[in-house]
Each structure stands twice: as structure tokens, then as C-alpha cells.
């Protein structure tokens, strides 16, 4: 078993240097492997062009849209404690939300079947970057930019990912406790969970040290450091969280070994109907309550994806969540056959997590 997990293990970290080594690759790439107490952390390129520093897995860095992962976490808790059901609708909460609107549950809300518009695609959030990207951004403004746009289809009638959903769904979770949901999440995930170095700044746009700094990688030019270049507040609950990757697989872990809520919350969440996050993690992907399920070669996890301004980022867990795997890249989104590739880093790493 131990000859078994070295090979696995070197071919995670081959692949993250020929990540970095491929023309438009990412300037730095780290994975880490918790299984037993013991975490593996392998790493190739660097935390910032400026110096020798390798990724690691202390260093901070933006989760992007895993954030997604802790507001279901979150959403469960309170379904747990009955402060609403998943089937309740949204505007039974957020009466305010447009009329349009009414027909959408939370549960649709959180597993991307509600036909929400997606508030990244709004001419008043392109406005917004253009205009000044570091300033912060309410909530209730996010809402405001789609408040006009019809549904995209029929609330529960197909998958399409919206990070409005999880805006609304923070909200609902700040309505019915009268917290704000920065208290939630330290209440509810952060603490429970030991995530000590975890935080979720939205009027902060540095990172604190040491941190993996974040690239827009151009054909051609310099990668550009962006870490700083986009408030955190216009992600807000979908994707504002800062952590560390130790932190990250302590997080997914809990996730799935029900340390925020009980296994009948579990049962729901784990509802799967096909849908890709974004980017696509490995293998086969399908969508749960701010989880999906990745069917790999070598096995099953589950987790999220995520990406922001210079950040690409997957996690998992195994089913009873005492295994967990990590990726980060300090790069947009790869595309065509530098997604492959990632995919299929993701897919060794699965298998070097399961040989263990």
C-alpha cells in the first residue's frame, strides 16, 4: 500500500509541474492529501512570480465559489433547527425579491434549478468592474442588477448554475435568524469546524500573509497580479471566503462527516441530478445542495470548484469525510486541453487519496 500511494503521489505532483510548465499555465499549483491525521501537500511553480516561494499550504488564499459549500452548510444548519424547509419559497422570507420570482424554492436556490439570472452576466455588474472593481458592494445591490431580468426557464425544470442563488439564500439565512451572516458562518462553520484561519472579508480586498497571490495569465505578457483587484463583496455569499488549503480540507471533511447538520439534512443535500460546477472537477459531475458528486476512475467524492480573479480551486471528501483532496491553481480558469489536464490532475489525486 505504501509503494501504491508513493507512485500516486508522484503522479499528482507531475502533473501539477506539467500544469505550470504548459504554455498559459498557472504560475504556481498546490495539492494536499489528508488521510489518518496526515496531510501531504505537494506543490510545483510559485506563490508569487517576484520570488523562489513555492505554494503552500498555509498560505491564504480566495476559495472563490467553494464559499458556495459553506452557505449550504450553513442553509442545513437552520433547516435543522426549523427556521425554514427547503421547499418553502423565497420570497416567503425576502418578500421584497421580485414577483417574478415566487415560484422558486430554496432548495432550487441551492442545487442551481431555480432559473435565477445569473448576476455575473448583468450589464450592471460589468459596469460595476469597469467602473471601480475594489468597491464594495451590498447585497441588496447584487439583487438589484438581475431585479429586472426575467427567469431564465421554469423554477425546477433544468440545471443551470447562478451565483445570484446563493446570494439569496444568505439572505434568507440573515432574514430568518436576524444574524448578520458573517456572525452565521463563524457560528455555524468556522468555529465547530476549527477553521482558524479562515475568514470572509467583503470590505478588506488585500489577503493577509503569507498568501498565494493571485495571476491573470495573457499570451504573450507578464502574469498580472490581481490578488487585490476585485472587492470580495460582490461575491459576497457566493464566493467571498479566504482560507488556507489545510483549512479548506478540514472544511469539506466536516462538510461531510456532519458537523453543521444531521443526516437527514444529508439525505437531502445529497439529492443528485446532473449539473457541472464551475469549472468542472473531475470525472462525471452532478449537483446536490451546494455539493456535488464526482465520479472518478478510482473512486467517488464529493465537493466543490471555484474560481475568482486569479484563482482556480477544487475540494473533496470521501462519503464519511475522514479523506479529503485539494487543488489550487493561482490562475483564471484553464480552458479546452489545459482543463483537461486539471481534470485529470484531479482525477490522480483521487486516486492517490483512495490508495492510502
Known amino acids: 500500500m505504501a509503494a501504491q500511494s508513493t507512485t500516486a503521489d508522484a503522479e499528482v505532483q507531475r502533473g501539477l509541474q506539467e500544469l505550470v510548465d504548459a504554455e498559459g499555465g498557472p504560475p504556481g499549483a498546490i495539492a494536499t492529501l489528508y488521510h489518518d491525521g496526515r496531510l501531504t501537500v505537494m506543490s510545483a511553480g510559485r506563490a508569487d512570480v517576484g520570488s523562489e516561494n513555492v505554494p503552500a499550504a498555509n498560505q491564504y488564499m480566495r476559495i472563490a465559489s467553494i464559499s458556495k459549500a459553506y452557505n449550504a452548510a450553513v442553509a442545513l444548519h437552520l433547516v435543522q433547527q426549523g427556521k425554514f424547509t427547503l421547499d418553502d419559497a423565497i420570497v ?51 439583487i438589484d ?24 439564500v444568505g439572505l434568507i439565512s440573515e432574514a430568518v435568524t436576524g444574524k448578520s451572516y458573517d456572525t452565521l458562518l463563524q457560528e455555524i462553520v468556522f468555529a465547530p469546524a476549527g477553521l482558524t484561519h479562515t475568514s470572509f472579508p467583503t470590505r478588506d480586498i488585500s489577503l493577509p500573509s503569507p498568501y498565494i497571490h493571485g495571476y491573470r495569465i495573457q499570451p504573450g505578457s507578464e502574469p ?63 449537483s446536490g445542495l451546494g455539493l456535488y458528486r464526482y465520479t472518478t476512475p478510482c473512486g467517488v467524492v464529493y465537493g466543490h470548484t471555484g474560481n475568482f480573479v486569479g484563482y482556480t480551486l477544487w475540494a473533496a471528501s470521501i462519503a464519511d469525510g475522514t479523506r479529503s483532496v485539494t487543488t489550487t491553481l493561482n490562475s483564471p480558469p484553464p480552458t479546452g486541453p489545459l482543463l483537461d489536464r486539471l481534470r485529470e490532475l484531479q482525477s490522480k489525486a483521487v486516486c492517490a487519496l483512495l490508495a492510502r
Not at 425576502?94 to 431555480?114: F, G, M
Not at 479566504?242 to 439525505?267: E, M, N, P, W, Y
Open 92 to 142: 416567503r422570507h425576502l418578500p421584497d425579491l421580485p414577483a417574478a420570482w415566487s415560484a422558486v424554492t430554496i432548495r432550487q436556490a441551492l442545487n442551481h434549478t431555480s432559473g435565477l439570472p445569473d448576476y455575473l452576466q448583468s450589464k450592471d455588474f460589468a459596469k460595476h468592474i469597469a467602473a471601480d472593481p475594489g468597491g464594495y458592494v451590498r447585497p441588496a445591490t447584487i
Open 224 to 286: 498580472k497580479d490581481v490578488t487585490s483587484f476585485i472587492s470580495p463583496s460582490g461575491a459576497w455569499a457566493s464566493g467571498a471566503i479566504v482560507s488556507t488549503s489545510i483549512d479548506l480540507g478540514a472544511f469539506i471533511r466536516a462538510d461531510l462527516g456532519l458537523k453543521f447538520f444531521g443526516a437527514a439534512q444529508q439525505l437531502q443535500q445529497m439529492q443528485f441530478i446532473p449539473g457541472n460546477s464551475g469549472p468542472p472537477g473531475p470525472g462525471t459531475n452532478e
Open 145 to 168: 442588477w438581475v431585479r429586472e431580468a426575467p427567469l431564465e426557464f421554469a423554477p425546477g425544470s433544468r440545471y443551470a448554475y447562478s451565483n445570484t442563488d446563493n446570494i439569496v
